[in-house]
Structures are given as C-alpha cells and as structure tokens.
Nanobody
Framework: QVHLVESGGASVQSGGSLRLSCVSS????????FGWFRQAPGKKRQGIAG????GVTSYAYTGITISRDSARSTVYLQMNNLKPEDTAIYYC?????????????????WGHGTQVTVSS
C-alpha cells in the first residue's frame, strides 16, 4: 500500500512561487509513477503534471516543474508566477504502472492534499 503525504501549501501573493512536496512510503519509490492534481473551489479535479519512473514528465500548462528525488522518496511540484486562479487544493497521486498522464482514474493512490491560496 502506497502512502502519500503532501506538504508545502501556503498563502502567497500573486507572482510568488511555491514548491510542494509529496513523500511516498510503503512501496519501492523507483517503481512508481506520480502525478500532481489540483481542485479549485467549485471545479473538478484536474491533472497538471506527471512523471514516470525514469523522470519523463508531462504538463498541462507551462510555469510548473515536477521532479523526483529517489534518496528522499519525494516528488516535488515547483510553481512560479502564481496567480489567484491557481488557488486550489493540490493532490499528489501515484500508480505502479507506466503511466504519467493527467487522467485521475488511472492513479491508484492519493494523498490528502495541501492548500494553496494566491491573493492578488
């Protein structure tokens, strides 16, 4: 069973940056693919970035970077030039097969999310 814990969410001003972290445990980190999703108030959850076990990445838009650190069993999401419309709960998700896209139904394991609030 994969256990995911996100952190790094905060309240920031427009134009600021944040780095979210997701620590994984319970399964060999090197065999997992990961995705970052977000859910804004009143909206459906959307996939924004994915990374496979080799570090190949995919993005829904520019201005964000997903990365992984095997030594720390941690996946990161760097977000720059944040805007109020980036306000959302951000979730980390994982799966054991080679998929790193943005369809949430593909992911097997989910964290509880971390809140990001961007003020103008």
């Amino acid at each position: 069973q994969v256990h995911l814990v996100e952190s790094g969410g905060a309240s920031v001003q427009s134009g600021g940056s944040l780095r979210l972290s997701c620590v994984s445990s319970g399964y060999p980190f090197s065999e997992l693919c990961f995705g970052w999703f977000r859910q804004a108030p009143g909206k459906k959850r959307q996939g924004i970035a994915g990374i496979d076990e080799y570090g190949v990445t995919s993005y829904a838009y520019t201005g964000i970077t997903i990365s992984r650190d095997s030594a720390r069993s941690t996946v990161y999401l760097q977000m720059n030039n944040l805007k109020p419309e980036d306000t959302a709960i951000y979730y980390c998700a994982a799966l054991t097969t080679g998929y790193y896209g943005h369809r949430e139904e593909e992911y097997q394991y989910w964290g509880h999310g971390t809140q990001v609030t961007v003020s103008s």
